[in-house]
């Protein structure tokens, strides 16, 4: 291996913000925020969900939203409609379309 291509792999300290669970573990990841951790000082990486508090390993439902991306989707596609109510008006002007031309067709028989 090249000297110096690589990214420095060393202890890390990862905490859930959201439970105040910390774990040690090594990565690359860079940080200038430490922590002591047993002892010792080390690099420390926020995170915002961990197996301390994601719902499918706790067994509780808590919605954690902390960019409102919820909120946001809904201001985005409140204005839509669902596919199946698109699909229903298409197949409701498609039957106009055709209606008029069938009552087009029966003027223009009967003018001749």
Not at 1 to 24: A, C, E, I, N, Q
Not at 39 to 45: A, D, F, N, Q, R
């Amino acid at each position: 291996m090249k000297k110096g291509t690589h990214p420095k792999y060393r202890p890390v300290v990862f905490k859930d913000v959201s439970s105040d669970f910390t774990l040690l573990t090594r990565s690359s990841a860079d940080s200038k925020e430490t922590i002591m951790h047993e002892g010792k000082e080390y690099p420390l990486i926020k995170i915002d969900i961990s197996s301390a508090s994601h719902p499918f390993f706790t067994g509780k439902n808590i919605l954690l939203d902390s960019a409102g991306r919820v909120e946001k989707f809904n201001r985005k596609y409140a204005k839509r409609k669902p596919k199946t109510e698109v699909k229903a008006e298409e197949v409701k002007a498609e039957e106009v379309k055709t209606e008029e031309v069938k009552t087009e067709e029966s003027n223009t028989e009967a003018v001749s």
